[in-house]
């Protein structure tokens, strides 16, 4: 599934990255103008905006769709010394679409540290890709919990005005926050008991049919790469 939010107008070469972004597996966007975000965050995780407040800005992200193309193209490659396979695999899907852009733009990764270093949620939030839930998590409208968010691209170009999306857990009992103060109490490693921390998306009643596949869970939160073959 593709499903791309507040990008009108979406240029044509931008509906060409978009497409290229999608058959790796980075199949959600959504857009707003990097003036919004710049205003909503602290100066250190401010981004570019070639002169022009209203320059578009893209947050790329995705939903279980990206695990297929990504065991597909690490079994091509081989295994390799790389301790990061995944945040490598989404630099060049995405970089490499981004060679179909006909204009100037900024590429910054959500696994980036400072100084490129992106409020990656709350851009999510800004564009209205995604709402922030009591446990913090980001909360895709139809995806849920299950989305990963990936980068952010400035584009010089105009882009849409922001459309927030606020309170996605507006009447819920907030079982992922119980979840969350569960694990905290337990003391819970994400890597040695990442289980107690699947299960604070696990109670989230939205985007239940999308939840992620056990391998691709698996991987995510212990970074082992035996769930890779």
């Known amino acids: 599934m593709l499903l791309w939010m507040f990008l009108s107008p979406a240029k044509p070469a931008l509906c060409v990255f978009l497409q290229a972004c999608a058959r790796g597996g980075i199949d959600l966007?959504?857009?707003c103008q990097v003036g919004a975000y710049n205003a909503a965050v602290a100066a250190e995780v401010r981004l570019p905006d070639f002169g022009e407040p209203r320059s578009r800005v893209v947050i790329l992200a995705n939903s279980r769709a990206l695990w297929a193309p990504f065991i597909v193209a690490r079994r091509a490659a081989g295994v390799s010394g790389d301790l990061n396979p995944l945040d490598g695999y989404v630099e060049r899907v995405i970089g490499d679409a981004?060679?179909?852009?006909?204009?100037?733009?900024?590429?910054?990764?959500?696994?980036?540290?400072?100084?490129?270093?992106?409020?990656?949620q709350e851009?999510?939030?800004?564009?209205?890709?995604?709402?922030?839930?009591?446990?913090?998590?980001s909360v895709h409208p139809d995806f849920g919990p299950w989305i990963g968010l990936r980068a952010a691209?400035?584009?010089?170009?105009?882009?849409?005005?922001?459309s927030p999306r606020e309170a996605?857990?507006?009447?819920?009992?907030?079982?992922c926050l119980a979840a969350l103060k569960r694990a905290l109490?337990?003391?819970a490693d994400s890597e040695k008991d990442w289980q107690e921390?699947?299960?604070?998306?696990?109670?989230c009643p939205m985007g239940r049919e999308h939840r992620y596949g056990d391998d691709q869970l698996r991987y995510h939160y212990t970074k082992d790469p035996?769930?890779?073959r």
């Open 168 to 175: 996605p857990c507006a009447g819920c009992a907030a079982p």
């Open 197 to 203: 921390w699947v299960v604070i998306r696990d109670v």
């Open 123 to 137: 851009l999510a939030r800004l564009t209205g890709l995604a709402a922030l839930s009591p446990a913090h998590l």
């Open 98 to 120: 981004a060679t179909q852009l006909s204009v100037r733009y900024e590429l910054r990764f959500a696994h980036e540290h400072p100084p490129r270093r992106v409020a990656i």
């Open 153 to 162: 691209l400035v584009m010089d170009s105009l882009g849409p005005e922001m």
């Open 185 to 187: 109490a337990a003391g």
């Open 29 to 31: 966007a959504a857009a």
């Open 226 to 228: 035996t769930w890779l």
